[in-house]
C-alpha cells in the first residue's frame, strides 16, 4: 500500500521511519518533507496547504491512506475537502474533521467544549473589542499573572503570560487591535495555574481510544526553562511524575469525557488528539488540546509504540481501533533538538551538515533540512532531533548528547539540560 505524509519536520520523519517497518506499506511519500524523509521514500514538492496538489499526488501515486502532520491543514479543513471529493472516497485519512480541528483552532471553541463535558482545565472568559470593558473587570477578579491567549492560531506565540495588571489590559487591548491578525480579534483569558506541565497523546476512531506513551517537551530556548519560547527544543517519554494513579486521572476525568464529547458533538476525529496537561498538586488540568501530535514529543513517543503503526491508523476508518493492543518499549526515549544559530530569533540557512553513523538505540530524526548539490544542508531554525533509547533517562540522554557531539554544522546549538527537572 502506498501512503502520503504531509508535513516536514522531525515528527514527519519519524511518523515515516515508524511506517516504513510495516510490511503492509510498499511506498511513503512525503511532502514536502525534508533531507531525512527522502532517504525513506519520495519527497513531493507539494506545500501542506495546497489541497488541490495534494489530491492529485494522491490520485497519480496510487496512496491509499494520507497522514496530516502539522495543524494547519486540518484547522482549513483537509479531511473534509477529501471527503468532498468523490475520486478520493475510497482513500484514508488520518486527522479530525475541520469542526473537530477547532480545538486546536481556536482557543475559546476548546474552553466551550471543556466546559460542556466537565474536563478540568483553568477559570475563563473569551472577549472581544465591543466589551473590552468587561475583560478589564474580569482581570480584577483574577489573581496575578494574568494568562491572556489569541483564540486562533498563531504558530505558538499567541499566549501571554504577565504579571503587572496594568500591563495586561495593555497587551489585551494590543491583542484585540490585531497584535496577532485575525486570530486575536478574540482573547481568552484565563486563570494562571501552578503546576508541572506534561503531553499526553490519544488515538481515536471517534469511537474507541488508545492512550500512547506521555511525553514531556522543553519549549525554551535556554537552559533551566529560560528565554524565547520556540518549537521545543527537546524531550522525554516517558513521564516519571506521570505515575500510573496520575495517568487513571487522567484517563477518568479527562480522556473519557473528551471522547464522549466528540461522540455526542458528532465529530468525525479518525486522528491523534494530543493533550497538553498541567499537573496541579496531585490533579490533572488541561492547558490546550491538540489535534496532531507534537514536535519534538513524536520522536520520543512514536519510538516507544511497539508493534504496526500502520494497522492502527488503517483501523480507524473503520472504527476498529478496539481490535487492537498496542504494547509499548518500557525503555526511556530522549531527543535533543540542534538549531541553527539564532533561532528562534532569524537565522541563515545551508549550512552544510555532517552526522556520525547511527545505530540501532540512537536515530538522528531530520527537521529544517534538505539535499542541495548532494549534501545535506541545514533549512530551518530547528535542524535535526537526536533520539536515543536507554534503560534509564540518564543513559538515554548519554546516549543523545554523544551523537550531537559527533553532527557539525556551522552555528550547531542545542539545550545540554534536557530531563533536568525530572
Ligand atoms: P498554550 O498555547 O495554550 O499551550 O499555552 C502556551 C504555554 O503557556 C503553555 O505551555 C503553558 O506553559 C502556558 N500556559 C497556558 N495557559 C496557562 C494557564 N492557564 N496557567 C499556566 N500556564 C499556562
Ligand atoms: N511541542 C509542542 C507542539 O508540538 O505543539
Redesign the pocket.
Known amino acids: 500500500m502506498n501512503i502520503l505524509i504531509i508535513g516536514s519536520g522531525g515528527r514527519e520523519h519519524a511518523l515515516a521511519w515508524k511506517l516504513q517497518s510495516s510490511t503492509k506499506v510498499s511506498h511513503i511519500f512525503i511532502a514536502p518533507g525534508n533531507a531525512g524523509t527522502k532517504k525513506i521514500g519520495t519527497n513531493l514538492p507539494i506545500q501542506v496547504n495546497d489541497f488541490d496538489m495534494i489530491k492529485l499526488a494522491v490520485l497519480e501515486n496510487n496512496v491509499k491512506m494520507v497522514i496530516v502532520g502539522p495543524e494547519d491543514p486540518l484547522v482549513k479543513g483537509i479531511c473534509d475537502f477529501f471527503k468532498s471529493q468523490p475520486e478520493l472516497i475510497d482513500v484514508r485519512i488520518v486527522g479530525p474533521d475541520k469542526n473537530a480541528s477547532q480545538l486546536e483552532g481556536s482557543k475559546e471553541f476548546a474552553k466551550n467544549f471543556m466546559d460542556k463535558y466537565h474536563i478540568p482545565t ?1 477559570r475563563y472568559q473569551s472577549f472581544t473589542k465591543k466589551n473590552i470593558e468587561e475583560a478589564y473587570h474580569f482581570m480584577k477578579k483574577l489573581k496575578a499573572p494574568y ?1 491572556l ?1 489569541a483564540d486562533g492560531l498563531a504558530a ?1 506565540k499567541g ?1 501571554l ?1 504577565i504579571d503587572d495588571i496594568e500591563e495586561a489590559k495593555k497587551e489585551l487591548a494590543e491583542m484585540l487591535g490585531g497584535k496577532f491578525g485575525d486570530a486575536s480579534q478574540k482573547v481568552v483569558i ?4 501552578k503546576g508541572i ?1 506534561l503531553s499526553v497523546f490519544v488515538l481515536t476512531d471517534s469511537k474507541n481510544y488508545k492512550i500512547l506513551p506521555e511525553a514531556k517537551d522543553y ?1 525554551r530556548i535556554g537552559e533551566g526553562d529560560t528565554g524565547l519560547n520556540t518549537g521545543g527544543m527537546g524531550a522525554v517519554s516517558p513521564v516519571s511524575f506521570a505515575d500510573a494513579s496520575f495517568m487513571k486521572k487522567v484517563e477518568e476525568k479527562i480522556i473519557k469525557p473528551t471522547i464522549e464529547g466528540i461522540k455526542k458533538e458528532n465529530m468525525d476525529y479518525k486522528g491523534f488528539i494530543f493533550l ?1 496537561l ?1 499537573k496541579v498538586g496531585d490533579e490533572p488540568f488541561v ?2 488540546y491538540n489535534v496532531r501530535m507534537g514536535d519534538p514529543e513524536t520522536e520520543v513517543v512514536i519510538p516507544r509504540i511497539k508493534g504496526d503503526l500502520f494497522e492502527l491508523l488503517w483501523s480507524l476508518s473503520d472504527k476498529k481501533l478496539n481490535e487492537f493492543e498496542v504494547e509499548f518499549d518500557k525503555r526511556t526515549a530522549t531527543t535533543v533538538v540542534l538549531v541553527s544559530k539564532g533561532y528562534p530569533g532569524s537565522y541563515e540557512k545551508g549550512k552544510e551538515i555532517t552526522v556520525a553513523e547511527e545505530s540501532e538505540d540512537i536515530i538522528v530524526f531530520h527537521a529544517g533540512t534538505k539535499v542541495s548539490d548532494n549534501k545535506i544542508v541545514t533549512n530551518g531554525g530547528r535542524v535535526l532531533a537526536v533520539t536515543s533509547l536507554g534503560q534509564s533517562m540518564q543513559k538515554s540522554l548519554e546516549n543523545s548528547y554523544y551523537m550531537v557531539d559527533n553532527i557539525s554544522f556551522e552555528g550547531k546549538n542545542f539545550r545540554k539540560d534536557i530531563g533536568f527537572d525530572l
Open positions: 483553568a494568562v491567549k505558538g499566549v503570560i484565563e486563570e494562571f495555574m506541565e519549549k497538553g498541567i492547558i490546550e
